[in-house]
C-alpha cells in the first residue's frame, strides 16, 4: 500500500502568473508529498496566495504544470479542484452562522435519498467526519454561529474532508485562534497527516511554522527563494531568506522609558467582563497586555475607549478624574484607540486613504484642540489645515499607496494599519491603545508598526499594547501586564519570559506550551 | 433527537405565535367587554379568507426574502392573475382548467423575468421587481377600468366559498402550500442552497451552489404563489378585478408579514410557518377592531405600530447575540 502512493501528492512546475503585464509568479516549483505538511512564507505579497488559489482553482497559470495525485489538472474554478480533492480553508470561515454544522459541511453537496435531502446520513457523516479528527464532542444540529472561533475551524476543515480532500490548503489558519486554541489546531493537522493528507499551510506566524512543517518554501516577488527542511533550518536564517536582509534587531530600542508622570490610571475598573482592574498608564511607556483571547484584554481596551465603557471604578487621565462613556468623550479627552479588528472596525474599506485617515478628526477634533467654533470662514481654513496635517501624517508613517485617493481596500493590511494610525494621531492623542497592531500583517510592516509605536512612546505619549504574539509582546513593552477571567493577574517586568506570561495568562504555576 | 427535533422547531417557529395568542386574547377580551364575541362563525370565517389571500402571497414572498432578494412586483401579479384567469374562464366551468394554468404560467413567466433582472443583470431587486411592477400597472391602467371577465361558477363555489366547517377551503389551501414549501426549505437541495444563498452569498457559491439558478427558482415560486392568491380572489369576486391587488397592498403587506414572522429582512433565517404566524396577527388585529369598529386610519396606525415592534424586538434579539 505505502509504496505505491506517489512520491508527491501535488508537483508544480513552473508555474508564472502575470496580471496586466507585472509577473506575480515567476516559475515556482512546489512539491507536497502524502501526509506532509509543507509551509509557504513570505512577506504579503510576495505571491503566496496568488499561488494558493492557482493550486485551487481560482486562477489558471499562465506557463507550468500543476500535478495532482500523478495527473496533470488544468482546473476551471474552485468547484472543479474541490471535485479533484484540494480543499481550500481561507482566513476568513466559509461558514453560514445560522445554518447548523451538519448543513454548513454538506452544503452543495448534501447527501440525498429519493430526490430529498437526507438529514440523518448528514448528521451521521458528519459525526463520522468529525470523529476522524478527535471532535467527538462537537454537537452536529448547533448553529455554527454559537461555536467558538476554533471548533467553527474544526468545522471548517471538516467541510473539506466531507469532499474526500486529499490536499488541504490552509491560509493563516491561526490567525483568529487563541494561543490555548492553537494547541487544538496542531493536534488536527497532526491528525490529517496520520490520515495521509497532504497539507499546504501558509502562514506569517513562524513559531507554528517550526512546530508543524516538515519543509518550508520561502516566497518573495513571485520567485520560489529556496525550499528548506525545517529540521535543519534556524529561525534568523528564514527571517533573512523571507525579507532578504538580517533582522538582527527585531525589536526597536526602549531608550530610558518609564519614567514619566502617570498619565491614566484606573482604580477599580469593572464592567460586564471586567473586574477590579487596577493599573497605572505612564507618559513614554508601552505596557504590554497579555492573557488568553477572552480574558478581558480587548475588554479592557474598549473600556478604557469608552466603546464598553466601566460601569465601575475611577479613570483619572493626567489625575484628574473623567468619564468614557463614549468612544467620542474618549477621542475627545485625547485616548486613541487601533483596533484588532481593521476590516470591521478599523477601515471603512471603500473610501479613500485621505477620507480614512480624515475620519478621527473630522468628527471630533476641531473641538478638542480648543479652537472655538469661529466664522464659517475660520472653520474652512481649519479644515484645509487639517487635510494638509493628515497628508504630512500619512507621509511620516510611511503609508504606500497610489495616490490618497486609492481606496483603502486596495491596500495591504501594513499599509492599512499605518493609515488608521495617522487617523488617530491627527488628533493628538496622548493615549494609544494597540489591539493587536501586528495581526495578518507582513514581518517587514511589522517591524514598521513596532518602530512607529516605540517613536509615539519616546515622543511622550502614553501606549497601552495588546498582543496574542508573545515574542512581540515581550520584545515591545517596557512593562506588561496579564489579564485572566477579567482581571489583572500580574504584573510583569521588561525581562520577562514567555513561560511567566502564560503562567499568569492561564493561571496555574508554570506551564510551558508544547 | 427529540431535543433536537425541539431546537429546529423553536428555531424555525419565531415569537410570532406567542403574540397572535396574546393578541387574540386581548382582542377577545376587550370585544366581549365592548359586548361582542370575536370567534362567531362570521368573524372566524371572514378572518380566515383574509388569511388566505394575503397568506398565498406572503408564504412566496418568504422564499424570496430568505435567498436575500425581494419582490415588490407581486401586488400587481395578483391583479393580473385574476384577470387571465377571469377572462379566460368567461364565466364556463369547461376552462376552469385552462384558466388556472394560463394565470399561473403568466405569473410564473413573470416570476421568471423578475429573477434574471436580478441574477443576470444583477440589478438590485427592490428596483428590478419595483420596475417590473410598474411595468405592469401601465399594462393594467390602461387595458382595465374595471372588472372584467368573470370566473367559473364551480371555482367560486369551491374555492371562494365552500369550507370545511369554519375553516374555507383556500384556508386549506394556504395550509397545503405553506406545508409544501415548509417541505422545499427543508429538505430538498434548493432550499438549503436558498437559505445559504440568502446567508451569505459567497459562501454558497464557494460550496458550488449556482446561486443564480436557486434565486431565479426562488422568484419563479414567488410569483406563482402571487398568482394562486390572484385566483383565489378572482373566485371570491367572481370576476377579474385590476386594481385588488393594489388596494389589499398585497406587496408591502406580504413583506410586513415576512418580517413579523422573524425571517431576517437580509435573508438567510426564518421560514414559511412564522409567515402564516404573521399573516394571521395581521388579520386577527383587523378583524378585532372591525369589532370594534374603529375608525380605518387608526387601524392602519396600530398596524405600523405592530410592524415596528416586532422588527424592534427581532433587532433587539441579534443585537444580544453580537455584543461585543
Redesign the interface.
Same mark, same amino acid.
Given at each position: 500500500m505505502v509504496d505505491r502512493r506517489p512520491a508527491s501528492l501535488l508537483a508544480l512546475r513552473g508555474i508564472s502568473k502575470s496580471f496586466l503585464g507585472t509577473r506575480v509568479l515567476d516559475g515556482v516549483d512546489l512539491d507536497v508529498a502524502p501526509g506532509e505538511v509543507h509551509a509557504v512564507v513570505g512577506e504579503n505579497g510576495a505571491g503566496k496566495s496568488t499561488l494558493m488559489k492557482v493550486v485551487s482553482g481560482g486562477y489558471a497559470p499562465d506557463e507550468g504544470s500543476v500535478e495532482f495525485a500523478g495527473r496533470r489538472c488544468v482546473f476551471a474554478g474552485?468547484?472543479d479542484a474541490?471535485r479533484a480533492g484540494i480543499g481550500i480553508i481561507h482566513q476568513e470561515f466559509? &461558514?453560514?452562522?445560522?445554518?447548523?454544522v451538519a448543513?454548513n459541511v454538506f452544503? $452543495?453537496?448534501?447527501p &440525498?435519498r429519493r430526490? &430529498?435531502?437526507d438529514?440523518r446520513q448528514m448528521r451521521a457523516r458528519t459525526e463520522r467526519l468529525l470523529a476522524s479528527v478527535g471532535e467527538r464532542a462537537l454537537p452536529v444540529?448547533t448553529?455554527v $454561529?454559537r461555536l467558538g472561533v476554533a471548533q467553527q475551524q474544526v468545522v471548517e476543515i471538516v467541510?473539506a474532508l466531507a469532499l474526500d480532500a486529499r490536499l488541504l490548503i490552509m491560509d493563516e489558519p491561526t490567525a483568529a485562534l487563541a494561543d490555548h486554541e492553537v494547541e487544538l489546531l496542531y493536534r488536527l493537522v497532526r491528525r490529517l497527516q496520520d490520515q495521509g493528507i497532504g497539507l499546504l499551510y501558509v502562514s506569517h506566524r513562524l513559531t507554528e511554522v517550526f512546530d508543524l512543517s516538515s519543509r518550508i518554501t520561502v516566497v518573495k516577488d513571485g520567485r520560489r527563494v529556496d525550499t528548506l527542511r525545517t529540521a535543519d533550518t534556524a529561525a534568523e536564517e528564514l527571517v533573512r531568506l523571507m525579507v532578504g536582509r538580517e533582522m538582527s534587531t527585531l525589536y526597536p530600542d526602549r531608550a530610558g522609558a518609564g519614567d514619566g508622570a502617570v498619565r491614566l490610571a484606573v482604580r477599580g475598573g469593572g464592567n460586564r467582563k471586567l473586574r477590579d482592574v487596577d493599573l497605572q498608564l505612564r507618559a513614554g511607556e508601552v505596557l504590554g497586555v497579555g492573557g488568553l483571547q477572552g480574558s478581558g484584554r480587548s475588554a479592557l481596551a474598549?473600556a478604557l475607549f469608552g466603546a464598553?465603557p466601566f460601569t465601575t471604578g475611577e479613570v483619572t487621565l493626567d489625575g484628574v478624574p473623567v468619564r468614557l462613556r463614549s468612544p467620542r468623550s474618549a477621542t475627545r479627552a485625547g485616548i486613541a484607540y487601533v483596533t484588532e479588528d481593521r476590516k470591521g472596525e478599523g477601515i471603512v474599506a471603500r473610501q479613500s486613504v485621505l477620507d480614512n485617515a480624515l475620519l478621527a478628526v473630522r468628527a471630533v477634533a476641531a473641538n478638542r484642540s480648543g479652537r472655538p467654533a469661529g466664522t464659517a470662514r475660520a472653520a474652512g481654513v481649519a479644515r484645509g489645515g487639517r487635510a494638509a496635517r493628515v497628508r504630512e501624517l500619512l507621509a511620516a508613517v510611511d503609508v504606500r499607496a497610489a495616490g490618497e485617493d486609492q481606496e483603502i481596500r486596495f491596500l495591504s493590511g501594513g499599509n492599512q494599519q499605518k493609515v488608521v494610525l495617522a487617523r488617530w494621531l491627527a488628533v493628538d492623542p496622548v493615549v494609544l491603545l494597540f489591539d493587536e497592531p501586528t495581526r495578518g500583517i507582513d514581518v517587514g510592516a511589522r517591524s514598521a508598526i513596532h518602530h512607529l509605536v516605540r517613536r509615539l512612546a519616546r515622543d511622550g505619549a502614553a501606549v497601552l499594547m495588546i498582543s496574542s504574539d508573545l515574542p512581540e509582546l515581550i520584545g515591545m513593552s517596557d512593562r506588561m501586564i496579564v489579564m485572566r477571567d477579567g482581571r489583572v493577574a500580574g504584573e510583569l517586568p521588561a525581562g520577562a519570559t514567555e513561560p511567566d506570561v502564560l503562567a499568569l495568562a492561564v493561571g496555574t504555576g508554570r506551564e510551558t506550551p508544547a | 433527537m427529540t431535543a433536537?427535533a425541539l431546537?429546529?422547531a423553536r428555531?424555525s417557529v419565531p415569537g410570532v405565535f406567542v403574540a397572535l395568542a396574546l393578541t387574540l386574547v386581548v382582542g377577545w377580551l376587550v370585544v366581549a367587554i365592548d359586548g361582542g364575541q370575536l370567534f362567531n362563525q362570521s368573524t372566524t370565517v371572514s378572518l380566515l379568507h383574509v388569511a388566505a389571500g394575503l397568506g398565498l402571497v406572503a408564504v412566496g414572498q418568504t422564499l424570496v426574502v430568505l435567498g436575500g432578494s425581494l419582490d415588490l412586483s407581486v401586488a400587481y401579479v395578483v391583479s393580473l392573475s385574476t384577470l387571465v384567469a377571469a377572462e379566460t374562464m368567461n364565466g364556463r366551468d369547461g376552462a376552469l382548467l385552462p384558466g388556472i394554468g394560463l394565470a399561473l404560467a403568466v405569473s410564473a413567466a413573470i416570476g421568471l423575468f423578475n429573477g434574471l433582472l436580478v441574477t443576470r443583470l444583477r440589478i438590485n431587486a427592490f428596483i428590478a421587481t419595483l420596475g417590473v411592477g410598474l411595468l405592469l400597472k401601465g399594462y393594467l391602467d390602461n387595458g382595465y377600468d374595471g372588472p372584467a371577465g368573470s370566473t367559473s361558477p364551480a371555482l367560486v363555489q369551491t374555492l371562494g366559498y365552500q369550507r370545511v366547517g369554519p375553516v374555507p377551503v383556500s384556508f386549506l389551501l394556504l395550509i397545503a402550500v405553506t406545508g409544501a414549501c415548509w417541505f422545499v426549505l427543508? #429538505?430538498?437541495?434548493f +432550499?438549503?442552497?436558498l437559505?445559504?444563498v440568502g +446567508?451569505?452569498p459567497?459562501?454558497?457559491r464557494?460550496? +458550488?451552489?449556482r446561486n443564480d439558478r436557486v434565486l431565479v427558482t426562488a422568484h419563479v415560486i414567488c410569483a406563482l404563489c402571487a398568482g394562486l392568491a390572484g385566483i383565489y380572489l378572482a373566485s371570491r369576486l367572481g370576476s377579474g378585478a385590476p386594481r385588488v391587488g393594489t388596494e389589499g397592498l398585497y406587496d408591502l403587506e406580504s413583506i410586513a408579514a415576512v418580517v413579523i414572522g422573524g425571517t431576517a429582512l437580509a435573508g +438567510? #433565517?426564518g421560514g414559511v410557518i412564522g409567515t402564516v404566524g404573521g399573516v394571521l396577527l395581521l388579520a386577527s388585529i383587523d378583524a378585532i377592531f372591525n369589532q370594534l369598529e374603529v375608525d380605518a386610519f387608526f387601524k392602519q396606525v396600530i398596524r405600523g405600530a405592530v410592524i415596528i415592534v416586532a422588527v424592534a424586538v427581532y433587532a433587539r434579539r441579534t443585537l444580544r447575540?453580537a455584543a461585543?
Open positions: 474552485p468547484r474541490q466559509n &461558514l453560514l452562522p445560522e445554518r447548523t448543513e452544503l $452543495g453537496h448534501e &440525498l430526490g &430529498l435531502v438529514r444540529d448553529p $454561529g467541510k474598549r464598553v | 433536537a431546537r429546529s428555531r427543508s #429538505r430538498t437541495r +432550499g438549503h442552497h437559505v445559504a +446567508g451569505d459567497q459562501v454558497a464557494l460550496s +458550488g451552489v +438567510g #433565517r447575540k461585543w
